[in-house]
């Protein structure tokens, strides 16, 4: 079982940053493929960022390139999420998300990963 704990939400200015953080208990954190997603209410969960155990292997939705850098450090089983130059449309409950399926896996799926996190809230004010 993986046991997935987010913090680092909050509420920021728009054009501020936050970091998010996520820590996995699992025993062999680099096996796993990480996301983030994210869900403002009212919508569906969407996919953010992925990155696998290379953290050089990074994926992002269009609307994070550029603003958004997903890392990891497998050494402290974390997983990071930078968010700069935030926007009001930013704001929602984000979740850290790990699979462990292998490289033919829509990494944008939410359906694709079998553990969530319990979600931090980011509010982005205008």
């Known amino acids: 079982q993986v046991q997935l704990v987010e913090s680092g939400g909050g509420l920021v200015q728009a054009g501020g940053s936050l970091r998010l953080s996520c820590v996995a208990s699992?025993?062999?954190?680099?096996?796993?493929?990480m996301g983030w997603f994210r869900q403002a209410p009212g919508k569906e969960r969407e996919f953010v960022a992925s990155?696998?155990?290379?953290?050089?292997?990074?994926y992002y939705t269009n609307s994070a390139k550029g603003r958004f850098t997903i890392s990891r450090d497998n050494a402290k089983n974390t997983v990071y999420l930078q968010m700069n130059s935030l926007k009001p449309e930013d704001t929602a409950i984000y979740y850290c998300a790990a699979h462990s399926r292998g490289r033919t896996a829509d990494i944008t799926l939410p359906r694709t990963y079998s553990y969530w996190g319990q979600g931090t809230q980011v509010t982005v004010s205008s």
């Open positions: 990155i696998s155990w290379n953290p050089g292997d990074t």
């Open positions: 699992v025993s062999i954190f680099s096996a796993y493929t």
